[in-house]
């Protein structure tokens, strides 16, 4: 017969033991027999609630033996922090014992700065006039300021008219920077072409025996209609009587730039010095009473040197036969626009 759970060995022998005598005594009824059940059951779970009791109890006595423990622990990391108490407090001493030095020292300080107060405070009242002084002329300043900012705000206005002006200009700009741009690719083209005719030209002299005039007269009416919009009919050379002299002019040809009638004077030089372009400004003094039109003075030659350039500025163009690409080698002044 198995035993029932939660019960133990005695007392299931007991049991038993009780329930076989009450059997021999008496006659036990169905209902006395459900009621010793009952009284089993009601053992059987007193006896789990009990031994989950016990194991609850067990549990209690882990947790206490652990905070036991930690109580140990904490009292010596008490008696440990009492002896650095200890410790600190031989320190305090000490620095108390600094302190009141330090106190003697302060209050015989204080004595000084009193009396250095005393002085500040005459200084203070010196400084407060001077002030006083100071806030009349502030006073001024900020009526001179009143109406320094009226004419800002009128010099603001004609800024910004200024500003609206100069938008309208660098529109036109843009503009006329895409001309020039399609200009500059023309005359790219322009001079690459009179490159080539230079060259030819310059094999012609070498072959047929042309001079350096004969190679004048064939490049510049085109390069400077290309270049410059001067329209030239054909140079020539001109002999101008003056005061008994005769100045001879290698290139004579009166001609057109734009609308403006001009007259195209030039003089053909190998080799071109500051000493050519002196001598040629003298004979254009000379001869300019007699031109029929504003004269545009032009030195041609194989060779420029930086020292012609230099005297020649803005004011006479030099042209290199064999020049790359036929620049003029006068410097060109270029307009730029003010930014407001």
């Known amino acids: ?18 329930v076989d005598d009450r059997v021999r005594e008496i006659r036990v009824t169905r209902e006395d027999f459900d009621r010793l059940t009952q009284t089993v059951a009601q053992l059987a779970q007193a006896q789990a609630r009990t031994e989950q ?29 009492l002896e650095e108490l200890a410790q600190a407090q031989a320190r305090t001493d000490a620095a ?24 500040l405070a005459e200084a203070q009242a010196r400084t407060e006039e001077r002030l006083d002084r100071l ?21 603001e206005a004609a800024v910004e008219r200024l500003a609206e002006a100069q938008a309208r200009t660098e529109e036109r700009v843009d503009r006329l920077e895409a001309a020039v741009e399609r200009l500059a690719e023309a005359q790219a083209r322009t001079e690459q072409a009179l490159q080539q005719l230079a060259t030819q030209v310059g094999a012609l002299s070498d ?39 005769q ?3 290698d290139l004579y040809a009166e001609g057109r730039r734009g609308r403006r009638r001009i007259v195209v004077l030039g003089e053909v030089k190998a080799r071109i010095y500051a000493r050519e372009v002196h001598h040629f400004q003298q004979v254009l003094q000379a001869v300019r009473p007699q031109l029929p039109a504003e004269p545009l003075p032009v030195l041609f030659g194989y060779f420029i040197d930086l020292s012609a350039m230099e005297a020649a500025q803005d004011q006479i163009l ?7 690409t036929m620049e003029a080698t006068a410097p060109r002044r270029r307009r730029r626009t003010k930014r407001v």
């Open 135 to 155: 806030e009349a002329a502030v006073e001024r300043l900020a009526e001179a300021q009143a109406r320094t900012e009226e004419r800002v705000d009128r010099l």
């Open 1 to 18: 017969m198995a035993e029932p759970q939660g019960i133990t060995a005695e007392l299931y022998r007991a049991i038993v033991t009780i």
């Open 207 to 245: 072959n047929v025996g042309y001079g350096l005039e004969d190679i004048a007269r064939v490049v510049l009416p085109g390069y400077l209609k290309q270049r410059y919009g001067v329209t030239v009919e054909r140079l020539e050379r001109r002999i101008f009587p003056i005061d008994g002299q």
């Open 53 to 81: 009791r016990l194991e609850e109890l067990a549990q209690a006595q882990a947790r206490t033996e652990q905070r036991l423990n930690e109580l140990a622990q904490a009292q010596a990391r008490t008696e440990q922090r």
């Open 96 to 119: 108390v014992q600094q302190l009141v030095q330090a106190q003697a020292r302060t209050e015989q300080r204080v004595e000084q700065l009193e009396g250095a107060m005393q002085r």
């Open 318 to 324: 030099l042209i290199a036969a064999y020049q790359p």
């Open 247 to 249: 100045f001879d002019i």
